[in-house]
Each structure stands twice: as C-alpha cells, then as structure tokens.
C-alpha cells in the first residue's frame, strides 16, 4: 500500500516536481540537468530530495533502470497537488471558507476588468453586469 502524500511541499521539491511532470519519466541526472543552471544543485541534493518526495508519495521509480540509474515517474498530477496546496491553505488560514480565501485575494490584490468577466461568466451572471 503507497504510502499517503504529505499536504506540503517544499520549493525545492515543487522545482523538481516540475521537471517530473514536465519530462516524464526520469532519472536523477536528468532532473538534474533541466534544472536551472544558476541552481547550482549536486546530485547528491537531487536524489535526497528525490527521495523524500517518494517517501511522501509524490513520486515512484520504476523497476527497470536507465543503466544503473532508476528512472522516477510523478504519481500525483500537477492538478491534484495543486488543489492539496489550496485546500491546505483554505484549512489553516481561512477557516474552511473558499468564500474567505477569494475575497481575501480580490481585497488585497484587486481584479481587472477581463479576470472579472470570467468570474461572471464562470459563476453564470455572464457579462450583462460588465
């Protein structure tokens, strides 16, 4: 039984996830090397955070290798880590309320014109309102 993914992941963890589900299937040296160079990462780096991302759940290896190297695949989509994220942040600092969270971010950010007529269109008031 894969063990449950953790609610939280790391921005070192995020860029590598990225690669993950942006190459597919790979090996250590491979997320490595689409890695920005400006990272300056070691191997060594990777594979630790590589395998604290398979602890969670995030990510497995194959059975077959690449040479020596085992090959990581991502397990949770983008989306479904996404929506984790979100759902944690709703959960620790908004009470549960999506309601709280939207209206936190169109307080504190604002909205333009186009982004407003696609919550309308979205919510189903449609653009009369506009």
Not at 58 to 74: F, L, Q, S, T
Request: glycine share 6%; proline share 3%.
């Amino acid at each position: 039984m894969p063990r449950s993914t953790s609610p939280i992941l790391t921005e070192a963890e995020i860029r590598l996830m990225d690669v993950l589900w942006h190459r597919g299937p790979s090996t250590v040296q491979e997320v490595l090397e689409a890695l920005p160079d400006n990272l300056n990462l070691a191997y060594n780096s990777v594979l630790t955070t590589i395998r604290v991302l398979e602890k969670k759940g995030y990510v497995r290896h194959a059975k077959e290798k690449d040479g020596r190297a085992h090959v990581y695949r991502a397990v949770v989509e983008r989306a479904t880590a996404s929506q984790s994220e979100i759902e944690l942040v709703v959960s620790r600092f908004f009470g549960d309320s999506h309601e709280r969270l939207v209206l936190n971010i169109l307080e504190t950010r604002g909205i333009e014109l186009d982004e407003l007529k696609r919550l309308r269109k979205l919510l189903g008031e449609g653009d009369e309102q506009s």
